[in-house]
């Protein structure tokens, strides 16, 4: 079955170092979309992308960064972490940009 | 600003009954609207969407109702099962982009 990963699950850093977390999805979706999910917040999103070569902004975009040189991925680079970023972030990809979105399992970052 | 929410932040529901989650959207210009169930741990699964031109739409055991009139949205579970305890996050659609409620969790009394 086609389905969305994401790694690590777990992860600990210090304040200043760069983290990348990883999605990688086989269902071949042009899109995929990155959100941070906080208490009392819901889900935000950081960055999108709508295919290979294609990234934007969302709503809580700084100190983030991605990159899509291929349809499978969508990594999401920290370039400096600080303890704000301390979240469990999800990577989601749809077929149909205005469609349904589908999720992984999320990546709890803490960051002492 | 506009956002969308949902009227309660938990729901305590009797095994069997059925139950009804409400949330409200301020801009009338979305189109699109999904749930979500999340359980603890997991990743946000999509239960049922609807878009701007229903009123209602249903799936196994869901149904989705939106009144534009009043710019609200509801998830009806039938026969609530001990498996529907989780948050659920109702979604607009706004320029191609979800913008979530802060979700309600839903608890199924034995």
């Known amino acids: 079955d086609a389905e969305i990963t994401q790694s690590p699950r777990h992860k600990i850093t210090e304040t200043g170092r760069q983290v990348t977390l990883a999605c990688h999805q086989t269902w071949n979706h042009n899109n995929m979309f990155w959100y941070r999910q906080d208490l009392g917040h819901g889900l935000r999103l950081i960055h999108y992308?709508?295919?290979?070569?294609?990234?934007n902004k969302g709503e809580v975009s700084d100190g983030y960064s991605v990159s899509r040189s291929n349809t499978e991925d969508l990594p999401l680079t920290l370039e400096s972490a600080a303890s704000s970023q301390t979240s469990v972030y999800f990577c989601?990809?749809?077929?149909?940009?205005?469609?349904?979105?589908?999720f992984g399992d999320g990546t709890r970052l803490s960051i002492l | 600003g506009e956002s969308v929410g949902l009227h309660l932040p938990t729901l305590s529901v009797q095994e069997g009954d059925n139950s009804i989650i409400n949330c409200a959207y301020s801009?009338?210009?979305?189109?699109?609207f999904i749930w979500y169930k999340q359980e603890s741990g997991k990743g946000p699964q999509f239960i049922i969407d609807i878009r701007s031109n229903m009123d209602k739409r249903q799936g196994q055991r869901v149904t989705v109702l939106l009144n534009k009139t009043v710019k609200h949205l509801s998830l009806q579970i039938a026969a609530t099962q001990p498996g529907d305890s989780a948050v659920y996050f109702c979604?607009?659609?706004?320029?191609?982009?979800?913008?979530f409620g802060a979700g309600t969790t839903v608890t199924v009394r034995a």
């Open positions: 801009n009338s210009a979305s189109d699109y």
């Open positions: 979604a607009e659609s706004r320029d191609y982009k979800l913008s």
């Open positions: 992308s709508y295919g290979v070569q294609d990234t």
């Open positions: 989601a990809s749809s077929v149909d940009p205005d469609g349904p979105q589908h």
